[in-house]
């Protein structure tokens, strides 16, 4: 129902991004990433790496696909300051206005994610890496060729500029995310060093080798931080093309892009040109699909998958569908509740807004039977609890014993299954029975806090096709007396109200990664709860979630991140912050027919790879036309 941010680069509805990929058995390697004081080619977290130093493509890419055509579509993720209903702005990376979809894809950066590796990194900007041996300083080498559109050469200078000015001037996620990023500097043109603190975060310098490089000569002239439709100096493989703020953006490709031969590229960015429509309201838009006004569209409402793919293009072949699969984490997407409101911070109110959830009769009725109940942030991944704690989860648990509820140290806290009617008796008794424990009680058939007044929850959100998902709630809490009620606002003022936390509880999605690290802290620390802007949307604040993200981030293994994870999870389900929702391991996808895409999508990447590492085939797209 929702889509995705991610982090770093903008790549399903108000989910949040901790990057891509799931944990998994690990894979069979043919390198190694850069040991301490050797050069390298590449990097990852734990220093494996799948391709060797002169691979010629990913192997999930076709290297002969063909360049040409466009590529359209309406926006299905986001990341910073970016909307999925408009934009006013070119500058995506801080908290001011609404950023245009897709400029990530007019800055190169220093290293590539690979697809099919969960969180390995290969030199794009960057030639090699050679990092310490205490690992708190990363050498990189750039490329000579390396260039901005305007023909000028990227620089060290350059990258160094970059990353000091997001860490002072950026979206509080980055700022928060290059927290133990100390300094970047140019020791020369062709060498970047950056400095990272003690204890740094395992993850810092993969974020760090995946932000924009901006052309510091650009920004000489120009303030960084504030708002513009002016088109910023890239160097990746497109540039901004036509566009109508609020209505359409449409990207070039560069056909002389210095990179597009690099193995990293190969294979990639084969439109011409990518545009992104905007729209207001999802059923207008999915009706200006129909129309061809859009060509690809990633189905997120199940009602409509199910019961309006029968239009005539569907029927003669045109618009084709297919069901791609999602072998990533699916995160926890889920309504959160603002427990820094006083009339939300005791767990047993949060419990029994949980249990006023019918989850059955909600996926029965509403979604077609589509989605499976999300029980964890960590969801579809081996990160989640279950059971009771193994001995190395109970090693990180038992110094906050005492401090966290006891339902730690045994089975996780998994979201009630309902008896589909709409209105489960039990449930309902169990939801009044904790109110009333809580101290809110009946007066005059309505629901009062213990201060005298009336118990009223507000359910923000910013997309009326939503509402039917929040209808039987909101019923079910009417019958314990509770005034609850929706508040559709425009995307700019929920994303106002969300960064400013100006809401009783809205609906949101965390997205994990394969590797979870630092970018663990915007989502569930005390310090990102009291960050405007910052992704903790519940406020969650609890030393022991401290402390166990810190465990995560400086877990030296894989099998040691798994445990953290899962003794993190046991406390954040134990504090009842959200109501938890919904999660599918697919991807409904719709598209005229023009384009083809690899057989084998690969596994960490996130969504379904277009527009990436589709491309156009005018041959299917003169028969869609002829017919």
């Not at 760090?208 to 490089?213: F, M, R, S």
Request: charged fraction near 25%.
């Amino acid at each position: 129902m929702k889509t995705l941010i991610s982090l770093p680069a903008p790549s399903r509805r108000h989910v949040l991004g901790l990057g891509i990929g799931a944990l998994a058995a690990p894979l069979l390697r043919t390198a190694r990433a850069s040991e301490a004081g050797a050069e390298a080619h590449g990097m990852s977290a734990f220093g494996d790496l799948k391709y060797p130093v002169d691979f010629h493509h990913f192997d999930y890419v076709n290297p002969d696909a063909p360049k040409g055509g466009m590529f359209s579509l309406i926006p299905s993720v986001r990341g910073y300051n970016q909307s999925f209903f408009t934009f006013d702005s070119l500058n995506a990376y801080i908290l001011k206005g609404e950023g245009a979809q897709g400029m990530d894809m007019t800055f190169a950066t220093l290293m590539v994610r690979a697809g099919d590796e969960p969180d390995a990194m290969y030199g794009l900007v960057a030639k090699s890496v050679q990092i310490s041996p205490d690992k708190l300083t990363y050498r990189f080498t750039l490329r000579p060729e390396a260039r901005f559109h305007d023909g000028s050469k990227l620089t060290a200078q350059d990258a160094a500029f970059s990353f000091n000015v997001l860490k002072e001037k950026g979206h509080p996620l980055i700022i928060v995310q290059l927290r133990d990023m100390i300094k970047a500097e140019a020791a020369d043109d062709a060498t970047l060093v950056v400095t990272f603190a003690k204890n740094r975060a395992r993850d810092v310098p993969l974020y760090v080798a995946g932000l924009p490089i901006f052309s510091k000569a650009y920004y000489s002239a120009r303030p960084f931080d504030e708002t513009t439709l002016d088109t910023p100096l890239g160097s990746g493989p497109y540039k901004v093309g036509k566009f109508e703020a609020n209505r359409y953006i449409e990207f070039e490709r560069v056909k002389d892009w210095w990179a597009a031969d690099l193995p990293v590229n190969r294979g990639t960015y084969n439109f011409d040109t990518v545009r992104y429509e905007f729209y207001r309201d999802r059923d207008v838009a999915f009706e200006g699909f129909t129309a061809k006004s859009y060509l690809y569209r990633e189905e997120f409402t199940a009602r409509i998958w199910a019961t309006r793919y029968d239009f005539p293009a569907v029927k003669d072949g045109r618009v084709k569908r297919e069901t791609l699969p999602d072998e990533t984490p699916s995160g926890g997407q889920g309504w959160f509740i603002n427990t820094r409101r006083d009339k939300f911070r005791d767990p047993r109110v949060r419990e029994a807004l949980i249990c006023a959830f019918d989850f059955e009769w909600t996926n029965k009725t509403v979604m077609y039977g589509a989605y499976a109940r999300t029980s964890s942030p960590f969801q579809n991944s081996d990160m989640v609890a279950s059971g009771p704690p193994s001995p190395d989860e109970l090693k990180l648990l038992e110094p906050f014993r005492g401090q966290v509820p006891d339902e730690v140290f045994g089975e996780p806290f998994v979201p009630p299954v309902s008896d589909g009617s709409g209105q489960d008796r039990a449930l309902l008794r169990r939801a009044q029975q904790l109110l009333n424990e809580a101290g809110l009680v009946v007066k005059d058939n309505k629901r009062v806090l213990p201060t005298g007044e009336p118990f009223k929850i507000e359910f923000l959100l910013d997309e009326q096709s939503f509402l039917p998902h929040h209808a039987s709630l909101i019923k079910n809490l009417g019958l314990l007396g509770v005034d609850a009620s929706p508040r559709l606002v425009d995307a700019v003022q929920y994303r106002a109200r969300v960064e400013a936390f100006d809401f009783d509880v809205t609906t949101e999605r965390l997205s994990m990664s394969a590797t979870p690290g630092d970018s663990l802290r915007p989502y569930f620390t005390s310090q990102s709860a009291a960050t405007k802007g910052s992704y903790n949307l519940a406020g969650v604040a609890n030393p022991a979630i401290d402390a166990l993200v810190e465990q995560a981030i400086g877990a030296q293994s894989r099998a040691e991140l798994t445990t953290a994870c899962r003794a993190l999870d046991r406390v954040f389900r134990a504090g009842r912050y959200w109501i938890p929702q919904w999660y599918r391991s697919t991807h409904p996808v719709a598209y005229w027919d023009e384009f083809n895409h690899p057989t084998k999508l690969p596994r960490y990447a996130q969504g379904t790879g277009a527009p990436e590492i589709w491309w156009y085939d005018a041959a299917k797209a003169a028969k869609e036309q002829a017919r």
